[in-house]
Structure formats: structure tokens, C-alpha cells
């Protein structure tokens, strides 16, 4: 940063014209007339988007803490309650997510090395999980619905849904369903929300807005994703490893 | 409008290495990582699914959070460029574990020791103290008929108290 401060100054004293900031000069056309170079805003675009991340992480230990504290108050009634949850259904997911993790990795390495094509690719493979992780969940809500497994009041669980040889369900087990339909709620809004933006990321760079030197749009979103993956990392375990 | 390679003159200092031309050079890590760290993630998946099969008691939990962790940092260092990037980044990142740990040692701390209170569990109702009768919002209010599905005939009211106080 302080060698940036120095370079801008020397920038400024040889182009002579210190006051007009940003117009005297000539910029590639990605970066914006208040940054001085192009490693300036990228630096910039990367702290802010990991004060972004930081907080996403306290956003969801929210939910994390509300785990950890019915956890601990009634560690039979998880155990009973996650039998119900299909494990199959979620480590494939897991496997799923890893899975567009590492294309992500990919994009942004295609990204970094000006491969244009790479990148779609990369990204569009990226989205195909994505959707793949919410269908899988959409059918794992479905099952929940239909056996009643519901937060607070609607919990209402039918034998005939129910897994065969499951343990039986203590009546307070509407905390685990109100903790399971939260935490994996918000985790799918973060995924739909990853969807989008990606989709716009990938019209960017069909549309040629990124290179070598400027790819901070499939950086950061990448970033996103990645978070979006390592809040799942824990869920899993958490939620359908219990036992 | 010309090409950035004029910036490139202009800059002489150096510091982190990172921009002594003011053009942005990241590190690029190889395939051959990327696809490594992601059958590394695989199979610490599959070492998580194989151990939740073995009863260790309170372990487990310990267990599948270690292995989550060791592959939240395989993430967090290869897939997201912690290790290359800005230390400035990694410190936030580690602030906000330190702050999470706050906010759970503090927590825990005080519910786990309310003893009766909260915890007090009976059939399908959380009570919010021995001395007051008063249930705790948003829970399972028993009905004479399901909420929302007429379909769901057998409802469930099971009168075992869930888990044994500590």
C-alpha cells in the first residue's frame, strides 16, 4: 500500500498535473479513475470483498451457536431427530459442492491466464452444480414436508413417512427440523444467490470484460462461492452425521 | 487511450512483491493442486461418513469437527489464495474465527450452566422456568388436529423428556 501512495506521487509529479485527478492520465479502461493502478484495485476490490466473507461467517455462527447450545441441552434428541435426514443425499451434495468448488478454483486460474474460453467453461460447470446441490435439496425438503418434520408448530411427523427403524422422535425434536430448515435455508439462499452471480460473471466475460490483468469479477465471486462451500463443510457433519 | 505498460515505467519501488508495476500478479497455482486438494476434500468427506459410524461418544462430535476444519483450511488456503494473498486478508479472516470462538465460549458458558431453567422439557413443551408456568414461544403447541394437512393422521406426542440435564 505505502509503496502505492509513493508510486501515485511520483505518477502524479511526472505527469504535472496534480490537480486534475484522473482525467490527465490515461487508465486501462477496467480501472476505475480513483485507484491509481491496476494492483491498487485489485487489493482494494479483495479486502473489501473478504471483510464481506468475515462477515458472513459471524452471520452464520449465528446459527451455529443456536446449534451448539440445543446440542449440548439435548444431544438423544439430535441423534434421533438427524436419523430422519438422508446421508446419502447429503454427502452427495457435499461431493457435489466440492466439486463446483474446484471449478471455481479452476475459473479464476483460466481467468488468470487469459483463457476466455476456460473460464465459461469453468463457470458454467460451476452453475450446473449449483443447480444440482438444490435440486437434491429440494427433494430432501420434499421428504421432510411430507412427514411433517417441520419447524416449531408444524411439527407434526407421520409414522408413514418416516424413516423405517429410525429411533423414535422425542417431542421437542421441532428445534432440530427449526435448526435444520434455517441453517440450510439460508445455506440455499447463499447458493440461488452464487447461481446469479454467476450467471452475470459469465455474460461479463463472454461480453470480454476480463484478461489477464483484470479479473477481479470471477475472483470474487469464486471468493463467494468457496465461503458458500465451507459453510456446507460444517453443516454436513453437523446435521446428518450425528450418531 | 494507451496500454498499461505505461504504468509499468513509472513505478520503480517495490514492496511486497505484488505490484511493482502496478499491474496485478497473483499466484497461480497449478492444476495438478487444485485437482489434489479436491480428492483431499473428498476423502476427508468420506473418512467423516466412515467415523460417524463408530460410536466414540462425545468424540464424534470432536472428531467431525476437526475433519470439517481440516477441510475448511484446505479451502480457505488453496482454493481461496489465503496463503498467497494479502496477509492483511488472512488476518481479518483469523480475527473473525477469534471473534466466532468469542461468541461461543461466552454462550455456551451461560446456557449450559441455566441448569432447570431452559432446560426444562416436558412431553412437547419447553418451559421457561420451574416457578413461572410459561411456555417457551414458538414451540409445539399440541392441537387436536395437524396444522396444515388433514393427510397426516397419526400425530406424534411423545411424553418422554428428551435429554438428561447436566
Partial sequence: ?243 | MSSSSEHAEQHHETDGGESEDGMVHSHISSLRLYVGIFLALIFFTVVTVGVSYVHLGSLNLAVAIIIASIKASLVVTFFMHLKYDNKFNALMFVCGLLFIGVFFAYTLNDTDRRQNELNDVQGNKVYLGEANDKQAPGGFEPKAEPAHSGSMGEEKKDEKPAAPHH
Fill in chain 1, 1 to 243: 500500500m505505502t509503496s502505492e501512495a509513493a508510486a501515485a506521487d511520483e505518477y502524479e509529479h511526472k505527469e504535472g498535473d496534480g490537480h486534475d485527478h484522473g482525467h490527465g492520465h490515461d487508465h486501462p479502461k477496467y480501472l476505475a479513475h480513483h485507484f491509481d493502478t491496476p494492483a491498487q484495485q485489485f487489493d482494494a476490490a479483495k479486502i473489501g470483498m473478504w471483510a464481506f466473507l468475515v462477515q458472513e461467517l459471524l452471520f452464520f455462527s449465528g446459527i451455529f451457536v443456536a446449534y451448539g447450545i440445543f446440542r449440548s441441552w439435548y444431544p438423544e434428541m439430535f441423534s434421533a431427530a438427524s436419523h430422519q435426514l438422508n446421508r446419502l443425499m447429503g454427502a452427495g451434495n457435499t461431493i457435489v459442492l466440492l466439486f463446483s468448488s474446484l471449478t471455481a478454483a479452476l475459473a479464476v486460474r483460466a481467468a488468470q491466464l487469459g483463457q476466455k474460453r476456460n473460464t465459461s467453461t469453468y463457470i458454467i460447470l460451476t452453475i450446473l452444480c449449483a443447480f444440482t446441490f438444490l435440486v437434491v435439496k429440494y427433494f430432501e425438503y420434499h421428504h421432510k414436508f411430507e412427514a411433517g418434520l417441520l419447524p416449531g408448530q408444524y411439527f407434526h411427523p407421520d409414522h408413514h413417512h418416516l424413516v423405517a427403524g429410525s429411533p423414535e422422535l422425542p417431542g421437542n425434536s421441532h428445534i432440530f427440523y427449526s435448526l435444520y430448515f434455517m441453517a440450510t435455508g439460508i445455506h440455499g439462499v447463499h447458493v440461488a444467490v452464487g447461481i446469479g452471480v454467476f450467471i452475470w460473471i459469465l455474460r461479463r466475460n463472454e461480453r470480454g470484460d476480463f484478461s489477464k490483468d483484470y479479473y477481479t469479477g470471477v475472483d470474487l465471486t469464486a471468493l463467494y462461492w468457496h465461503l458458500v462451500d465451507l459453510v456446507w463443510i460444517y453443516l454436513f457433519p453437523l446435521l446428518y452425521l450425528i450418531d
